[in-house]
């Protein structure tokens, strides 16, 4: 029996051309390959975990009235536009807000807390070397005054997403502003 190229490639050729569409409808179906990865990643919901360095000097960030904000996932407009609404709103993920240096709160994904509202709560050590954190949680962390920072800020209206100011619906803190500027225009990290 004699073979020639010719034979061989008639019947590769098909056999070959069938397995490379059996294996493209494969992926296709499985949800498989690198653009369905891609796709994937960006829709899955973005968080902010935050890390020492992302507390800087308060003066480093946006005041308003009496406290400092932040985004660190480029969302300041946002959020300035929440913390200046009378009505409210939800601050978006990524947002720093510290009335003193040695505290602060984080916006986390939605449902990474739904009882602090998805808040991330800090208790800070500030030098001027940095910041280191201290503790870190939602319901656990204690301010530098004995209390809960947690149950403090779920007294706060829901329409202000658990941010505390004088008529905001949480308990008044135990010094006034002019100790909180005091304290504010005393932190020893560098402007940078």
Known sequence: M?????????????AAAMAVAVVLALGACSGGGEGAHRAAKRASPEDFVAQAGDFRNLHTMTKVR??????????LDQAL???NSPSGGVYPVGTIIQLVPQEAM???EKGFSPTTRDWEF????VSPDGTVIDKRGTSDVVNRFGGNCASCHQAAAPRF?????????CAPLPIGPDVFH???ESDPRPIS
């Open 2 to 14: 004699r073979i020639t190229i010719r034979r061989v490639l008639a019947t590769w050729i098909p």
């Open 66 to 75: 009496d406290f400092y904000i932040d985004n660190r996932l480029g969302h």
């Open 81 to 83: 536009a929440v913390a």
């Open 106 to 108: 984080v916006k986390r």
């Open 122 to 125: 800090f208790f800070l050590s």
């Open 161 to 169: 997403d658990g941010v505390c100011e004088q008529d905001h619906g």
């Open 182 to 184: 005091a304290i504010q």
